[in-house]
């Protein structure tokens, strides 16, 4: 898998590379699914949440450009697949929090977390869309659902010179990867690619139902 990305073009960087090698990508899908675990398109991980194409994940990663010693925050931890990556990636000198609303797909991906090896991340549950201030500012934010817009909580608590990551648009129609850089004066904002995410749920998303 981690051939085929390269050789694509979606991972680039010798740091992301590396955490794609390390982290076991089966360990964070359920059973039934991990022969499929390396393929490249989404899976389902039930209560109607995925874990995203390792494409799309490098492609997210890269973008971020996240360094090591960073604190970096994740909005739906899912199975905690994209939560290990940022790990490997900040290593223990930095730090991962990632929010969940659901407390089920919380406990799976913690578990998940702590069964490889990554219990020093913290998974908290609550509205991901109001973003985690008890660790602001964060140098970077990666939101995996599909969301309006940069959620202005999140941008908030963004540092001058942080990045934050989102699929935007609408989950019914078309989204784009965007990565916004924060400045002094706002925002500097690049569209990378089409892409396709469960809608972020929350008082700065979407209502559920």
Not at 58 to 70: F, I
Not at 71 to 86: K, M, Q, W
Not at 113 to 127: A, K, N
């Amino acid at each position: 898998m981690v051939e085929e990305l390269v050789r694509w073009g979606y991972l680039r960087t010798p740091r992301v590379i590396e955490a794609f090698r390390r982290v076991p990508r089966e360990e964070f899908v359920p059973p039934s699914l991990r022969r499929y675990a390396y393929e490249d398109h989404p899976l389902s991980i039930g209560l109607g949440q995925t874990i995203s194409a390792p494409s799309m994940i490098a492609l997210m990663l890269e973008s971020l450009e996240v360094e090591r010693g960073q604190r970096v925050l994740e909005v739906g931890t899912g199975s905690g697949y994209n939560a290990a990556l940022l790990a490997e990636l900040v290593t223990r000198e930095g730090r991962v929090v990632s929010i969940e609303r659901l407390p089920r797909l919380a406990s799976f991906g913690r578990e998940n977390l702590r069964r490889t090896g990554y219990d020093w991340v913290e998974v908290v549950v609550g509205d991901g869309t109001c973003g985690y201030e008890p660790g602001a500012p964060w140098d970077r934010i990666l939101i995996t659902a599909c969301s309006p817009g940069f959620p202005p909580p999140l941008l908030d608590q963004l540092r001058v010179g942080g990045r934050i990551g989102a699929p935007i648009g609408h989950f019914y129609h078309t989204q784009v990867w965007k990565v916004a850089e924060k400045g002094e004066e706002g925002l500097r904002v690049q569209s990378f690619t089409p892409c396709s995410f469960v809608p972020l749920v929350g008082k700065y998303g979407w209502r559920e139902g």
